[in-house]
């Protein structure tokens, strides 16, 4: 007698596992089909890039010849007299920054000197300009200037007729003022 439980698995393989009515399908892309898509495709990338190439070499081209046709804007001839000197001493303004560190540098070095310093704004008028932490001082020991304010009226009670649109009874409404 054979004992089943003992038997080695029978190895089955791919051509009996298949349904007889099943097939692979027969239309599907073939690698030269696919070879051949990508080589047009490089080829007509190479070509596009050739072509604008050649259109990019064509209009550096006539740029070129037409700069060298036409004559310079007057800005950028340097007369006579200022070539003689530091053209950037005799450009007129606003002129380029050559170092912009160091511009800033002195823009603020007299921005504090100002604010840190005595000096006439109109002497004639009697304008001065005085360190800021005086002034800072100044004003907490003195104030600012105030403008005289109007004189402020006492609230209307309810119903007192005071502030009220004319010809209204009980005044319910206030004074509307321009």
Do not use: C
């Not at 004992?3 to 596992?17: G, K, S, Y």
């Not at 050559?98 to 007299?110: M, N, V, W």
């Amino acid at each position: 007698m054979s004992n089943h439980l003992h038997d080695e698995p029978h190895e089955l393989h791919f051509e009996q596992i298949q349904h007889p009515d099943t097939q692979y399908e027969s239309r599907d892309l073939g690698s030269r089909t696919l070879v051949g898509f990508l080589l047009g495709l490089g080829l007509m990338t190479l070509a596009m890039v050739l072509v604008a190439w050649g259109v990019l070499i064509f209009l550096n081209h006539a740029v070129t010849e037409q700069r060298a046709e036409t004559a310079p804007p007057p800005l950028t001839t340097i007369p006579q007299e200022v070539r003689r000197g530091d053209p950037a001493l005799n450009f007129p303004e606003p002129r380029l920054e050559k170092d912009e560190r160091t511009d800033i540098g002195k823009l603020r070095a007299a921005n504090e000197a100002r604010l840190n310093s005595y000096g006439w704004v109109d002497e004639k008028a009697g304008i001065a300009h005085i360190p800021i932490e005086r002034a800072m001082d100044l004003i907490v020991q003195q104030g600012l200037p105030a403008r005289p304010q109007p004189p402020v009226q006492p609230p209307a009670e309810f119903g007192s007729g005071v502030n009220n649109n004319a010809g209204s009874s009980g005044g319910y409404w206030p004074a509307v003022r321009n």
